[in-house]
């Protein structure tokens, strides 16, 4: 198992930019392909961006390619999430996971999940 730690969510304003960080402990963190998705309020959980584990291979939304980019370091078991250009649209629970798949970019495809780091981006 791999237990899954997210922080650097915040209250920003649009335009500005924020980085999450998922630290990840318990079973080899390189071991585990890394997924980022999100959850507004009264939504569905939406697919935000995925990377292999090596880092090789990453995936966006097309609502945030150009603006997030996915990112991991295995020395640090951490994975993360940097946010330009941030929308209100982008307001949501921000959550990481992990998955012994290649990747993806559906919640079943992952068994494990951090709680979850609140972005709000006002107008």
């Known amino acids: 198992q791999v237990q899954l730690v997210e922080s650097g969510g915040g209250l920003v304003q649009a335009g500005d930019s924020l980085r999450l960080s998922c630290a990840a402990s318990?079973?080899?963190?390189?071991?585990?392909?890394m997924g980022w998705f999100r959850q507004a309020p009264g939504k569905e959980r939406e697919f935000v961006a995925a990377i292999t584990r090596s880092g090789a291979t990453r995936s966006l939304s097309d609502s945030v390619k150009g603006r997030f980019t996915i990112s991991r370091d295995n020395a640090k078991n951490t994975a993360y999430l940097q946010m330009n250009s941030l929308k209100p649209e982008d307001t949501a629970v921000y959550y990481c996971?992990?998955?012994?798949?290649?990747?993806?970019?559906?919640?079943?495809?992952?068994?494990?999940w951090g709680q979850g780091t609140q972005v709000t981006v006002s107008s």
């Open positions: 996971a992990a998955t012994t798949l290649t990747i993806a970019s559906v919640p079943a495809g992952y068994a494990f």
């Open positions: 318990g079973r080899t963190f390189s071991s585990y392909a």
